[in-house]
């Protein structure tokens, strides 16, 4: 049975010229809501970076780039400038993450597009923004997570930087971009005009810091690494059991007092060292070593059945494939079923937002590159006989 897109963005169409993650995660956002989102790549042998993200047909890319159509277009041509400056006279968005200076040479900048079509939008997503002292830097998500104050917050103190576990920069810039997009579109239904969107990998990790951020910028204090240990509020973090791991996550006195009837440690609740979340905090080693004491003497199982009981935060701490197997994550629905004709049904990372009327669908895979080449052309009014040259110039 084939699937419906989603009907939310329908009627839009997006141009999309990223590659390797933060672009591509900015536009398939559009795309898992309906918005004809037609991936512009070059053709072959032209692009140096070509297979940045792995094979077309592995498990990123085709996650990435799913629900789009594609089209081969060489832009470093002057016919291939010509039929992509044609599809922006009826394109909504454009949305680009090269260097700052590509699009200037490929003259495609925010400038050039306008002036063909006014209500156009330029997303531009870079490593460090489109000017200053940085610009003309290529940018990776491990060097934003670093410059961005990430790494040095994130493992044990005393530790050295470590790097979160996955993309944050580039997932959040891609984020971000698609927010500023919306309320381009949201703009331009008043104003009319289009307007350039700009993010950086280095804005959106600094921006994802947030309160570790914001403590620097208000109170002037440095965050430190702190393991797994939250900075305000303890206990909170990560207990190993009698045959693993386990997350709590005790807030305030109710929880806390909740906390220790549940571990079956009722006057810890009202011992001086920690009846208010300043002592606790104060002797947080001492803490931290009682309880490690208490949790090694039941299974996470148990322990996370007594603490859901008392209503005190907990969870598991899963590999990938327990993530797939937990009840709430398969009734959430989040591995979306897509159908490949060669490889049957596979299954992807759906949106993580849900609408009632208009919710996200996964409908096709990643098509081949140019599969729909004659299609978009013939949208353009171009006949058999154009394309067919336009090919052997090698423009498509």
């Not at 709430?328 to 993580?352: K, S």
Request: net charge neutral.
């Amino acid at each position: 049975m084939t699937k419906s897109p989603s009907s939310a963005l329908a009627g839009l169409r997006i141009l999309d010229l990223t590659r390797v993650r933060a672009g591509p995660t900015c536009c398939r956002v559009f795309a898992d809501f309906g918005a004809d989102v037609i991936k512009i790549e070059a053709p072959a042998g032209v692009d140096p970076n070509e297979g940045t993200n792995g094979a077309r047909s592995g498990a990123d890319m085709q996650n990435l780039h799913r629900n789009k159509r594609s089209v081969t277009l060489n832009l470093k041509t002057a016919k291939g400038l010509a039929l992509f400056k044609r599809m922006v006279e009826t394109a909504d968005v454009v949305v680009e993450n090269y260097r700052p200076d590509v699009k200037i040479r490929l003259g495609i900048a925010y400038e050039d597009l306008k002036a063909v079509n006014p209500r156009i939008i330029l997303a531009s997503i870079s490593g460090f923004g489109q000017d200053g002292p940085y610009r003309h830097r290529p940018g990776f998500d491990q060097i934003a997570q670093g410059m961005g104050g990430l790494m040095g917050v994130t493992g044990l103190p005393g530790q050295g930087p470590v790097r979160a576990g996955i993309a944050v920069a580039d997932s959040s810039a891609g984020l971000y971009a698609a927010i500023g997009i919306l309320v381009a579109l949201a703009e331009r239904a008043r104003s009319g005009e289009g307007q350039w969107v700009c993010c950086s990998l280095l804005q959106a990790q600094i921006a994802m810091m947030d309160f570790q951020a914001a403590k620097y910028l208000v109170e002037g204090t440095v965050p430190k690494q702190a393991g797994n240990d939250h900075p305000y509020t303890t206990p909170m973090g990560v207990m190993r059991t009698a045959d693993g791991w386990i997350n709590i996550g005790v807030g305030g006195q109710g929880q806390w007092r909740a906390f220790c009837d549940a571990i079956g440690e009722p006057a810890l609740a009202t011992h001086p060292d920690y009846d208010c979340q300043e002592s606790r905090l104060r002797n947080r080693d001492a803490l931290k070593e009682r309880l490690a004491a208490v949790f090694a003497r039941k299974t996470s199982h148990d322990w996370l059945t007594l603490l859901e009981e008392a209503n005190v935060p907990a969870g598991p701490i899963y590999a990938m494939d327990e993530v797939f197997a937990d009840p709430q994550v398969q009734h959430l629905g989040i591995a979306v079923p897509v159908e490949d004709p060669e490889r049957g049904t596979l299954r992807l990372v759906g949106q993580p937002v849900a609408l009632s009327r208009t919710p996200a669908a996964l409908t096709t895979l990643l098509p081949a590159a140019g599969a729909h080449n004659d299609q978009i052309l013939s949208e353009l009014g171009l006949g058999p006989d154009e394309i067919e040259t336009l090919r052997k110039e090698r423009v498509i």
